[in-house]
């Protein structure tokens, strides 16, 4: 290759090429670059690459490269690598596997005819040998990002599919790769790889900044590999290898880390794998995993359509509707209220419309329903039949209902002051049955209230179906702040970190922007007890406390290893202001479209309720 520039002293420099003014002696020399590349051993090879790294970055739809053989010369440097570890070894070229693995993920995520090009071009043998871990996790988080890509496609799928290993490994590599990052990165700090630390900060540096992108790239290669076995689960003849038991109990917990908070994580497989008949029977014979269907189905994150997806579904499927509905349908019922959830409308009439459908079923002798469930669905199937009745009632009738269920809330508020909480949890029942179907504002006080109740009364599970009740009657939908932060310590009660811990953040979010004097972060504050809660169930939930656990505590350096390396005593912090409370006992009855005023006149506690002592499970 040429010399460009007089002023380069690296003849051939892939730079000044770049800078070659001739479009046709430009392209002939990229070719030459790409094809010679390979072949080389001069120092310095690592500059181009990532220089190629950053433009596929930048440009990932740009077709120049692609058809002048870089997907060609990626993969013979890979298994250059791979095979020559004296080469490997030598300069910087440690690096040079894992920038070309991430270039070829890079031009593949976007464009079918590129993700064509890699194929043909035989990217997909070393970037194998990558995923099965011929070099270290590094390189396989780039090695599943660009196979992932490749699968997603219906024209590249077929290759993928060929090489049988992909989807086993792809498995192990989801179950394991917490705990691979964390014995080569986090356990043994004086053994890092330097060349891992470097890519994790970009030279930046610092113990604490590497710790936290380890972290974020760890939850990247459980993700990944999650995507990667997601796009197998679209065919039917991969669910038996993908449906074994070992596997599917731990893909709830799989959510990735809220680092990844829009990626549908185990979830999002677990609705893939739900919607096929096929996967539904194993994951019905989970009772673990029904049990977390049901918490996340009432949680207030992006993924809780999937996860009521999954319980309708097995509910709809008469070979699995009598081994879940005991356990869905008193998640489903709590949900019955919401309106629309993103793209789902009307998801509430589908959840009674679902659950009446089982009921007529029992008669038909498909499934058999305990008394208990049978109990929950009447229940809701009234209430839905008297909203009908309660829309041709009279205006001044409904008012009447309406200042009636006040009063009886009022002496709820007051029992509560003097301290009768089981006196107080049951006037709130008997102004919900009061309240008018239509007064959902009021209806979202009196559960948020006898929620707060159950939690002084430590019965967790009726404090969260209340609270779950109240979020979804709310406008907007899971933003009544006061109901996240009950069921955030409900869910603490039940040692359920990971809820506790989304709730408790979208508490803070929401408080953030109240103007509930009670409420609002004063100069920008986060509250005391949020704070405190926040960091408990960070620590619960941090995504290496397993492993962190299997291989006897976490070896960090500085704030990283105070936070997750022991436990502090949180059993007890300061609540919300409890009570929802106002002036006149008056407040007309409102579109769903209206602001986000509550009753008024809701009395203040007294103190010492402030502070309910919530033991850690």
């Not at 060609?72 to 890979?78: D, S, Y």
């Not at 893909?251 to 096929?278: D, F, Q, Y």
């Not at 479209?593 to 502070?611: A, G, L, Q, V």
Request: with cysteine; glycine share 6%.
């Amino acid at each position: 290759m040429d010399k460009v520039s007089s002023d380069c002293p690296y003849p051939g420099c892939f730079f000044c090429v770049m800078k070659e003014g001739n479009p046709s002696k430009r392209r002939a020399s990229i070719l030459k670059f790409f094809r010679e590349l390979p072949s080389q051993d001069d120092d310095g090879q690592v500059l181009p690459i990532s220089g190629l790294w950053n433009t596929a970055m930048a440009h990932p739809n740009d077709q120049e490269f692609i058809d002048l053989g870089i997907f060609e010369c990626m993969a013979a440097l890979i298994w250059k690598g791979l095979k020559n570890r004296r080469w490997l070894a030598h300069d910087q070229n440690i690096y040079i596997p894992y920038y070309a693995a991430h270039i070829i993920g890079s031009y593949t995520m976007n464009m079918e005819e590129f993700a064509d090009s890699a194929v043909h071009a035989g990217v997909i043998p070393p970037l194998v040998e990558l995923l099965s871990g011929r070099l270290t996790w590094v390189e396989q988080r780039v090695a599943v990002r660009a196979l992932g890509h490749l699968a997603t496609y219906s024209s590249t799928f077929p290759a993928l599919a060929s090489h049988g290993e992909i989807l086993e490994l792809s498995i192990q590599l989801a179950m394991s790769s917490l705990e691979i990052v964390y014995s080569h990165f986090y356990q043994y700090v004086d053994r890092r790889l330097s060349y891992h630390c470097d890519l994790l900060t970009r030279g930046m540096g610092g113990v604490e900044m590497e710790s936290r992108k380890a972290e974020e790239w760890a939850s990247q290669l459980q993700c990944w590999s999650l995507q990667l076995i997601n796009c197998f689960a679209f065919k039917p003849e991969f669910l038996q290898t993908i449906c074994k038991p070992e596997f599917l109990i731990k893909l709830p917990g799989m959510w990735g880390g809220l680092v990844n908070e829009n990626s549908p994580a185990g979830i999002g497989l677990l609705r893939t794998i739900c919607h096929h008949k096929l996967g539904r029977g194993p994951v019905a014979s989970c009772t673990g995993i029904i049990e977390a269907l049901c918490n996340i189905a009432r949680s207030s994150d992006d993924w809780q359509y999937m996860a009521i997806d999954c319980l309708l579904w097995l509910l709809q499927d008469p070979s699995t509707c009598h081994k879940v509905i005991d356990k869905a349908v008193p998640a489903l019922v709590d949900l019955a209220e919401i309106s629309a959830l993103g793209d789902h409308k009307k998801l509430g009439d589908t959840i009674v419309s679902v659950l009446q459908e089982c009921i007529q079923s029992q008669g038909n002798g498909r499934n058999s329903l305990s008394n208990r469930t049978k109990e929950q669905i009447e229940e809701l199937l009234n209430s839905r039949q008297r909203l009908k009745w309660e829309k041709s009632m009279p205006k001044e009738d409904l008012h009447i209902k309406q200042a009636a269920a006040l009063v009886v809330k009022l002496e709820g508020n007051s029992l509560f002051s003097s301290g009768n909480i089981s006196g107080a949890a049951s006037k709130y029942s008997e102004a919900l049955a009061l309240c008018p179907m239509r007064s959902k504002k009021e209806r979202v006080v009196l559960y948020s209230n006898r929620a707060q109740c159950y939690l002084l009364l430590q019965q967790p599970l009726f404090a969260i179906s209340d609270a779950t009740r109240a979020l979804c009657l709310h406008n907007p939908l899971n933003r009544h702040a006061k109901s996240l932060w009950r069921r955030a310590q409900a869910y603490d009660m039940l040692g359920l970190a990971k809820e506790s811990l989304l709730d408790a953040i979208l508490f803070i979010n929401e408080c953030s922007q109240s103007n509930d004097p009670d409420l609002s972060l004063r100069q920008n504050k986060v509250p005391d007890y949020a704070e405190r809660l926040v960091k408990k169930q960070m620590r619960a939930a941090w995504l290496f406390r397993e492993a962190a656990i299997k291989h006897g505590g976490v070896h960090c350096e500085g704030d990283a290893g105070d936070m997750y390396g022991r436990e502090t005593d949180d059993s007890e912090w300061e609540t919300a202001s409890e009570s929802d409370i106002g002036n006149d006992g008056r407040d007309e009855m409102g579109d769903d479209d209206d602001d986000d005023s509550e009753w008024k006149n809701e009395d203040e506690r007294k103190d010492k309720y402030d502070k309910p002592s919530i033991k850690e499970p």
